[in-house]
């Protein structure tokens, strides 16, 4: 059974930085997408960051020039690092894995809190 096992979250104040973590039970090289997403409480699930197998990347506007979304195949991780948090990113994010060769080959972690308060 395939695990994404993600870590980092936690309580910080504005201004503030994190380091999100997510480990893969399979082989993340060569044709996975990975990636980050998050859902506020009452709010859909929201894409954060993607990166692509060959390390393009895309992220949602909102947190443009403050997240930064990468991978180590080698280790199987994907990492987020966030900086200059806001309150607004409060929120239960997850780490994806999603493979580009095979439609509905895509797994999910448990998700981590992250909560951006004073």
């Known amino acids: 059974q395939v695990q994404l096992v993600e870590s980092g979250g936690g309580l910080v104040q504005p201004g503030g930085s994190l380091r999100l973590s997510c480990v893969a039970s399979?082989?993340?090289?060569?044709?996975?997408?990975v990636g980050w997403y998050r859902q506020a409480l009452g709010k859909q699930r929201e894409k954060v960051a993607v990166?692509?197998?060959?390390?393009?990347?895309d992220y949602v506007d909102s947190v443009k020039g403050r997240f930064i979304i990468s991978r180590d195949n080698a280790k199987n991780m994907v990492y987020l690092q966030m900086n200059s948090l806001k309150p607004e990113d409060t929120a239960v994010y997850y780490c994806?894995?999603?493979?580009?060769?095979?439609?509905?080959?895509?797994?999910w972690g448990q998700g981590t809190q992250v909560t951006v308060s004073s």
């Open positions: 994806n894995v999603d493979n580009i060769l095979i439609p509905g080959d895509t797994y």
């Open positions: 399979i082989t993340i090289s060569s044709h996975y997408m």
């Open positions: 990166m692509t197998p060959t390390g393009s990347t």
